[in-house]
T-cell receptor, first 111, second 111 residues
């Protein structure tokens, strides 16, 4: 079973920041938080990952709480092209490549 | 750098037949994983190969099998197809343990 809990859907106005929450209360000390997204009928796309520090790249920012039991993915200026299902995953880095996907959050960007 | 490629992109088969799907990973990636995606079950892990060896296997019947070649290309085979095998089959590659890059998928329809 997936070790993360996400809301099934969210709406965000175009141009605003989209904040997608994820709970991972049973995360282990060596598990990273990964985010992927899947645009309709395409393969999932890697977005960002982190261990305990906040991370930022050209796509998004990842905020992980100090106790690491939850995190938030932030898309700073959402566009219609960000409409997708967003998956939050925890896994041990540099071990194997088995990913257990949950149901994710379906993000709707409203024009 | 070219992305993950999967062939064919679409396939229609009849119950009882068998099918082989192909995946070419990103150059330099030695780990290849396969996933099945259906509306009811979501994204489910099938198996993972690294250096021609199966490292992980999901909870699928023995009709689902795979292999990896010395050039890291991978194939998966499904024998005795059932209607429930209709799905999007996704392949992902990575430098082991790092973020995975997914292909566009093969959409299999079993009639």
């Amino acid at each position: 079973d997936a070790k993360t809990t996400q809301p099934p859907s969210m709406d965000c106005a175009e141009g605003r920041a989209a904040n997608l929450p994820c709970n991972h209360s049973t995360i282990s000390g060596n598990e990273y938080v990964y985010w992927y997204r899947q645009i309709h009928s395409q393969g999932p796309q890697y977005i960002i990952h982190g261990l305990k520090n906040n991370e930022t790249n050209e796509m998004a920012s990842l905020i992980i709480t100090e106790d690491r039991k939850s995190s938030t993915l932030i898309l700073p200026h959402a566009t219609l092209r960000d409409t997708a299902v967003y998956y939050c995953i925890v896994r041990v880095e540099n071990r194997d490549d088995k990913i257990i996907f949950g149901k994710g959050t379906r993000l709707h960007i409203l024009p | 750098k070219a992305g993950v490629t999967q062939t064919p992109r679409y396939l229609i088969k009849t119950r009882g037949q068998q099918v082989t799907l192909s995946c070419s990973p990103i150059s330099g990636h030695r780990s290849v994983s396969w996933y099945q995606q259906t509306p009811g079950q979501g994204l489910q892990f099938l198996f993972e190969y690294f250096s021609e060896t199966q490292r992980n296997k999901g909870n699928f019947p023995g009709r689902f099998s795979g292999r990896q070649f010395s050039n890291s290309r991978s194939e998966m085979n499904v024998s005795t197809l059932e209607l429930g095998d209709s799905a999007l089959y996704l392949c992902a590659s990575s430098a082991l343990g790092a973020e995975q890059y997914f292909g566009p998928g093969t959409r299999l329809t079993v009639t």
